[in-house]
């Protein structure tokens, strides 16, 4: 079976490909990119017209939450990695907060089987950093890197202690797989529920500091400096945290940052009438922060854009704000809120879009995706980037439907998303 993708425009930084051509799949492979010739065309190839669109390499989300297993309620691996293909996501690698929490050999392995069943996208389990993440005990890692795990992370949560997270990256070292650091100083925190600011106050709700990411943000770059060993922080949502690991590139400490959609687009107003699906950890930041958080990402300090995908059930966040549930449903919203807050208004180039959401990510998860290298697996996502359209949480292919993003209107269309060479989009519509 062949696929014969037409005209469309091919962005790979990775190949130096900038520029209108064709792409020929066979058996599932990218074999050919260049101008190719209609004389293949026969009854046993599928032929793509892409003229007038971006072809891409397939995203690839450093960060989700798939809740499959224990919280199938709500998301699961099939509705999970179908929310991901609606979104133009080929590959995503899944943290560990699940029940059981994946911190052994059997939930990865687990996790790797039910998606080779029932997932629709590549799926990269990230094990757990430490037993039960009660940052107590180091889960056997080279274990859970044996059986498939990408990275080590207790996100959700952090590593209380400083001492088992120099551990964590010693250990990570000697089995080749990253850590991935959840910042969040607990004291300090507090049990806030969102920032601390003009919002909260206003709202009459406790606020998290700022101070407790930056201060964990801190810690963790200097045990990567004193270990050597290479360390990513997830969702970075504030300036004095992005100036921290500029500082830290600038020393030449191995550092690598993602944020989230949510921290470059909205600021803590978006609570404001106690709107839960705005509640997210770390919180959404001050104007300043958003402001900071693109200088990032315009310079190269943040390395990726990762979808923190945390899909909950309506009952966990249609209650009172200080008890809802944090976290939102972010597949199908990600690529769309890049274009239309990054892209469009110059911040991003397209090229330095598919670095951020394809190359980085898998090149940080050592997932050899990403690209549009010949002989590598076919998974391209085909997107138009002008053609505008209204968020419609209904529509969600995800089991859950909280997203602050709820009719907004953004420009960039997922229409077709191929994974392995299979179609899995096919003109804007899920198969
Ligand atoms: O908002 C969040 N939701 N932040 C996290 O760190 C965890 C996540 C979840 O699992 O729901
Ligand atoms: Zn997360």
């Keep these: 079976m062949r696929v014969l993708i037409k005209g469309g425009y091919v962005i790979d930084p990775k190949t130096n490909t900038d520029g209108v051509n064709d792409i020929l799949i066979e058996d599932g492979i990218i074999t050919e990119i260049g101008n190719i010739s209609d004389e293949l065309v026969d009854l046993n190839c599928d032929v793509i017209d892409a003229k007038g669109k971006y072809v891409l390499p397939g995203l690839v989300d450093a960060h989700c939450h798939l809740r499959d297993p224990g919280f199938e309620y709500k998301e699961d691996i099939e509705s999970g990695t179908r929310s991901a293909a609606a979104g133009g996501f080929t590959s995503i690698a899944c943290m560990p907060n699940t029940n059981p929490v994946a911190d052994n050999e059997s939930v990865i392995r687990y996790i790797i089987n039910k998606a080779k069943q029932d997932g629709v996208v590549n799926v990269y389990p990230i094990g757990a950093i430490s037993k039960g993440q009660k940052g107590e005990e180091l889960s056997e890692i080279g274990e859970l890197k044996f059986a498939g795990a990408v990275a080590i992370s207790d996100d959700g949560k952090p590593l209380k202690s400083a001492s088992l997270m120099k551990r964590a990256l010693e250990y990570s070292s000697m089995f080749d797989i990253t850590v991935i650091s959840h910042c969040e100083e607990m004291d300090i925190a507090d049990e806030g529920v969102m920032n601390e600011g003009y919002w909260s ?24 400096e004193y270990t050597k060993v290479p360390i990513h922080i997830a969702h970075v949502s504030t300036e004095l945290s992005v100036d921290l690991i500029r500082h830290a590139k600038k020393r030449g400490v191995k550092v690598t940052c993602e944020t989230c959609p949510h921290y470059f687009v ?25 402001e900071a958080i693109i200088e990032g990402l315009k310079d190269g300090t943040i390395d990726v854009i990762a979808t923190d995908h945390a899909p909950h059930h309506e009952d966990e966040k249609n209650i009172e704000f200080s008890l809802a549930a944090n976290g939102i449903a972010g597949f199908e919203t990600a690529f769309p809120l890049a274009v239309t807050y990054l892209v ?30 010949i002989g590598r697996n076919a998974d ?26 709820n009719g907004f209107k953004l420009k960039g269309t997922v229409y077709y998303t191929i994974v392995n060479g299979k179609v899995v989009v096919r003109e804007k519509v899920l198969l």
Excluded at 206 to 223: C, H, N, Q, T, Y
Excluded at 345 to 361: A, D, F, R
């Design 344 to 373: 469009k208004p110059g911040h991003l180039t397209m090229s330095q879009l598919v670095e951020k959401m394809c190359i980085n990510p898998s090149k940080i998860l050592g997932l050899n995706k990403g690209s549009l290298e």
């Design 380 to 405: 391209i996502t085909i997107v138009d980037i002008d053609e505008e359209f209204v968020v419609d949480v209904k529509k969600f292919k995800s089991k859950a439907r909280n997203s602050p993003f």
């Design 201 to 224: 106050t206003i709202m009459g709700l406790k606020g998290i500091p700022s101070a407790a990411e930056e201060i964990m943000v801190a810690r963790e770059l200097i045990l990567a």
């Design 266 to 290: 909205l600021t803590d107003e978006a609570c404001a009438g106690f709107n839960t699906y705005a509640k997210v950890n770390p919180p959404l930041r001050a104007k300043k922060d958003v």
